[in-house]
């Protein structure tokens, strides 16, 4: 009985999330810095259409692999050079969304930035939030979320409803650790 409860309970928290995370509108507003957390292309193009309408002072591409940077950052610095040399600022730390968040708090505390622009996947933005708040404190985080195209619907895709299914567990560990530390 308490595994039924259990999957019940949790087989509705997946349909919150999915609900949330489709549902979620994101209005741009003006911050003091921007930060995507790297993946799929569009979340920099993102970014860098949000610093070029002047909503943050400077960008911070958080997660860029040394060892082999994707086409479409190298295509981007091209396009645009003198936005890349003023105001770009690019990472090399973080491998997960834990990475992202104290890449982003040394980023914002070094820049004095009371304010940032969250860039990410629809998906990926409630875990991005819970992992950075827990990370840079009171500094306030303003969600724009990135929006990829999928083939079908989330319950007729394999690959999307996995994706979903595993971030939302993610969520749920990354909710249930901040949680445990404010109480400790």
């Known amino acids: 009985m308490v595994l039924i ?63 082999s940077q994707p086409n479409y950052l190298l295509t981007l610095r091209e396009n645009k050079p003198s936005l890349f ?45 819970v992992e950075l708040q827990r990370e840079i404190g009171d500094v306030k985080l303003v969600p724009v979320a990135s929006y990829a195209k999928y083939n079908g619907t989330l319950w007729s895709n394999p690959a999307l409803f996995k994706r979903y299914a595993v971030e939302y567990l993610k969520f749920c560990v990354a909710w249930g650790r901040a949680r445990l530390e404010q109480i400790l």
């Open 5 to 67: 409860a259990c999957g019940i309970i949790a087989a509705f928290g997946f349909l919150q999330f999915v609900d949330y995370v489709d549902g979620q509108s994101y209005a741009r507003q003006k911050a003091d810095g921007i930060v995507v957390l790297t993946g799929e292309p569009s979340r920099v193009r993102m970014g860098v259409e949000l610093l070029e309408q002047k909503l943050g002072q400077r960008l911070l591409i958080s997660g860029v692999s040394r060892e």
């Open 85 to 129: 040399a003023c105001c770009v600022d690019l990472g090399f730390e973080a491998t997960t969304t834990v990475g992202n968040a104290d890449e982003a708090t040394i980023w914002a505390k070094q820049h004095k930035f009371r304010s940032i622009i969250v860039v990410t996947a629809h998906y990926h933005m409630p875990r991005a939030l």
